[in-house]
Every structure is written in C-alpha cells, then in structure tokens.
C-alpha cells in the first residue's frame, strides 16, 4: 500500500513553543515513532510537511538583520525552510526505522510545484505570512516593499499573498524513481515552493500553496492508495461549535462537495483540507483521510478519522 | 563520462557581493550555462557546492533576532543553506537545459554527511563561521554560548568549529538511483550536513565538512571518471608568490603528495583542494582536475586546468 502523508504543524513543533530546534526535535521524533510504524507495516510512504512557524520565523529573522544582510523572497525562503524541516523530518525518521532494523531509508527532496502565473490568485493575496504589526508598522513596510498587508482577527496586521492552485510537481520524475525504490520521500514542504513556467524557464514567485492541496497533486502523481491529512482533531464535525455538531466516520465525495459548497468547513482550516480530499478522488483517487496524528495508523487501515470515498 | 563538479564561491555569488537573491541568480546562471554545457556533451553530472557566504548571511540574521527567534544550530544552518543553494542551482540549471532541449533534469537532494565524533578535528577546532567581531563582543558571544573564538589574520574574531572528514554520505542509495536513473544531482552542498552515528541513530553536529573533500567521496561513491573543483583560478601553482612561480598542468598523486607535505599549497585555499584530489586517486579515482569555472568544459576533457593522476 502507498499512503501519502500531509503532516500538520503539531506533528512539527509543538503548539505554543518557542521554535526551537530541540523542540522540532521532540516533537518530530514522536511523529516519525507513528511513521515508521506504518512503514512496518508494509505502507510506503510519501510524506510532505507544513511551514508556516518555520518560513515565519525565517522572515521575521530576515526582517531583524535587513539592514545588514538583503532578505531573500519568498520563494527561496521556502526552499530553505524545506532544508531545515526535512532534514529534521527525515533524520528523525531514518532513525525510527533503522531502531525497528527497517532497510527502508529516508530523505529530503527540495520541490518546486508548477502553478499559474494568471491564476485569479494572484490578483487577491489571501495568505497570511510572517510575523503580524500594528498598522503604522504595516503601512511603513508596504510603502517601503510593495507587500501588501490585510488586518487579522486579533485586529494586527500581516503581509498577505497568494496562494495559487498548484499544478503539477517539478521534480516529478526523480521523485517517483525514489518511491518506486522504495525509500520514504520527504518532499513538497510547506506545499512546494511555487514557480511559473514562462517559455520553458522556471521562475520563483512570492505566493503560498496550501499544502493540503500540494499533497493531493503529489497522491495523485504517486498513484497512492490513500491521501491521510494529519491534523489536530480526531475527525471533521458538521454543525461545529453548535449542539448539532456532529462527527463524520465516512462521506462520499458528492455529499462532501456539498456540506463543503454550504460552508459547513471554515476557509482557513478544514476548509482547504475538505478540498484537498475531493481534489484527489476528483483525480481517480480512492480514498482521502482527515485524521488527528496519534490515529494515523488506525486512520490508514480505515479505523480512525473521517474517510472521504468517491 | 560520469563527472563530480563542487562548485567554488564564485560560482554561487559575486566576490565583493552584497548577497541579494538576484546577484545569486545572476552568477548561477552563467554556472549553469556552463554545466549544461557539458551535458549537452554528454557528461552526467553530480553538483556539489560550498555555502561559507550564505551560511554566514544565514548565522548573521539569526544573531540580529536572537532576542526574539530562537537560533538553530550549525547543521540546522546548513541544511538551510542546502535548500536555499540547491534550489536556486537546480531551478537555473534546469532553466538552461531546457533551453538547449535536453531532457535531462535537475534536482536537489537534501544530504547529510557521517562524521566520526571522535575525529580529532573536534579538539581543534579551525574552521571560521559566521560574522566577524571585535574581541569584547566575540567574549560575550563565548560566554553566553560555549562557542569557541580565534582570531583572525585582520586582527578581528570569528566563531571557529571542527572540519572532520567526511566518512560517508548518508543518503547514497537514494543519491545513485536518481543519478542512474540520469538526472543531474545538486547534492552535499556545504559538504553536507554532519552528522554522527551513535547506537544506529543519526545526530546533527556543529561542525563544518570541507566541501571539496566531500566532492571526494561523492566522486569515490558514484565511480566517477573525473572529480572537477572549479574554483576562481585557472592552474595550481607551485612557488606561488616567488619568481619561480610555475603553473602545473598534469601532476601525479606521489608527485603531489609531496609538493602537499613540501607546504606548496596554502591551508587555507589549495591545500584541501588538493587533498581532495589525492583522496579520489588514493580511492581507486583516475583523474582530478583544479580548474577555473570558465575553463570546466576544456577541463573536463583534460585541455586545462591542473590534471590529477594516479
């Protein structure tokens, strides 16, 4: 069987930590415990990862030295994010599976995903990144960069961009080579970094792939058996937050299309991950899982999470 | 022909540089003219690359932000570093050889490089990382963080960690297949990550692998026909700096063993170059070349730089 993986934040660092690297450490050696597991049990993995704390932190560090050291773009400060968390990802679970005396090896694939350079997305930047400001300190950095900031929740400011569709993996062949040898792959951190195509030339480009969706393109690509979302909650709840809520076992994909449409999933959670599901099965796929991470190998052989099937 | 190339500062960046992602993007795109230059001859390449500027820039800004982000260690650096070379490398390189039509592609993997934790390198540390300071701050520094200061021929500090040698590269299955398989490799850049082998785990160390010692290895492990260090001058030369200065064309490893022990190359500079070199042939190798960037093509087919055999 081969299962890709789409690890949440909490499987990276834990919630309300610092960013530390041991902190990364402890929470990603508990993470590979549940990987190598499944990989025990004769799944392949494909595993690609979020990034959202780490590019953060990159940024605000950029921003700190600036006026030392020339901050680089989005796109490279992705790809070193990819370095720093899938070293550790796959350091971590090499050593899980060599303590299980496993052949399987582990590694980490930098990943560009192919998206479109006209793609509406790019005319309304959703996507927060980086570190939040009062307004005054917002509007100053836009004047100064051109970014474009967008009020939070908790009324601060954050640099916004686009988060385009992605399209189809750049490093699709070698991947697929590494798979087929049977290695566990680490690729498409923090959801690829995005590049346009542009006369046949790749190009870098300040945005943000929702990573759920990244990790349908990359199930359908690896012809995996299942798409296992990893997140913070056990299972998707319909009504949630009011006494009718409800938790889902199984739903066809026709039914979630439309709890999905009747926004039943908020946009900036389970939302994207509700469609990620439906974009693999949409693609022939036949099984997509949302599960909480301690249930992964319950979730693969179908006894935990919320199951999408067509 | 197969042909391990480690790529020199030039290569990567300017000299005299302020280090902006275009100034990158500039240099690596004559690099990778170059290079595809030699695929397009039918040269299979494996790329490594050094990361000294890029790992400093990345060190600095974690220093300016340490009040507010917490700062990762050396290998985390690195394994930044990796992402952030290898994906502008690999995006540039595989620009240009699309331009010429080649179905060859370029990627980058993520490599870690095993260490032995006794290496007497780690009792003496010498190799300069990160910023410069005067000697009040470098004292502060060291005694906030253990780190060890030397200083430096401009009468300034900077933070000095090992440099042990390189044993093995942890992902080489992996690394063969994709090269097999055709691809050109973007692979140990900085020299890899090192890590240390303790009870079957693997474990991050805070220490520097020179690169050109580990293009060594690579070109040892892959069976290359030719290991290749560009770097920013065309020949070795023996008697630099005297009116005997002479430039060599073809040496022989013994010839060169004793013009290495004779204190001809500069520590700091051709000396692990030609180490480098010598461990190729010393480990079944048939040729090394030192040549300039510009010169790789001619290099590669022995009509210049300074040729290395058994």
Redesign the interface.
């Known amino acids: 069987m081969r299962v890709v993986v789409a690890l949440g934040g909490n499987a990276l660092s834990p919630a309300g930590g610092?960013?530390?690297?041991e902190e990364m450490r402890a929470a990603l050696a508990r993470t590979s415990e549940t990987l190598a597991d499944l990989v025990a049990r004769d799944v392949g993995l494909v595993i690609t990862h979020g990034n959202g704390p780490q590019v953060g932190?990159?940024l605000?560090?950029?921003?700190?030295?600036a006026e030392?050291?020339?901050p680089?773009?989005m796109?490279?400060c992705g790809?070193?994010?990819?370095?720093?968390i899938?070293?550790?990802l796959?350091?971590s679970l090499?050593?899980a599976l060599?303590?299980r005396g496993l052949p399987t090896?582990a590694?980490?694939?930098?990943t560009?995903v192919v998206v479109n350079g006209r793609d509406p997305a790019f005319r309304r930047p959703t996507k927060p990144v980086g570190p939040s400001y009062e307004r005054p300190e917002a509007q100053r950095i836009a004047h100064q960069t051109g970014h474009v900031f967008r009020i939070m929740p908790d009324r601060r400011w954050r640099r916004v961009v686009a988060s385009p569709a992605p399209l189809r993996i750049?490093?699709e062949?070698?991947l697929l080579?590494?798979i087929d040898?049977g290695?566990v792959v680490v690729a498409a951190g923090g959801g690829g970094?995005p590049?346009v195509e542009h006369k046949?030339?790749?190009?870098?480009v300040e945005a943000v792939v929702d990573k759920d969706l990244t990790a349908a393109r990359l199930a359908t690509l690896v012809r995996a058996d299942a798409l296992l979302i990893l997140t913070a909650v056990p299972q998707v709840q319909v009504g949630f937050g009011t006494p009718a809520a409800r938790a889902l076992d199984r739903v066809s994909a026709a039914e979630a299309r439309k709890l999905l449409e009747g926004g039943e999933f908020p946009e900036g959670s389970m939302g994207p991950k509700v469609s990620a599901c439906l974009a693999f099965l949409d693609a022939g796929g036949s099984r997509a899982v949302i599960a909480a991470l301690d249930d992964a190998a319950a979730a693969v052989f179908g006894d935990a999470g919320t199951t999408f099937v067509r």
């Open positions: 610092t960013g530390t690297a932190r990159i605000l560090q950029q921003e700190y030295a030392y050291v020339p680089m773009p796109d490279v790809a070193q994010s990819q370095g720093q899938g070293y550790l796959a350091q090499d050593s060599r303590r090896r590694l980490c694939l930098v560009q750049v490093e062949e070698p080579q590494v040898a290695h970094v590049v046949r030339e790749l190009r870098g």
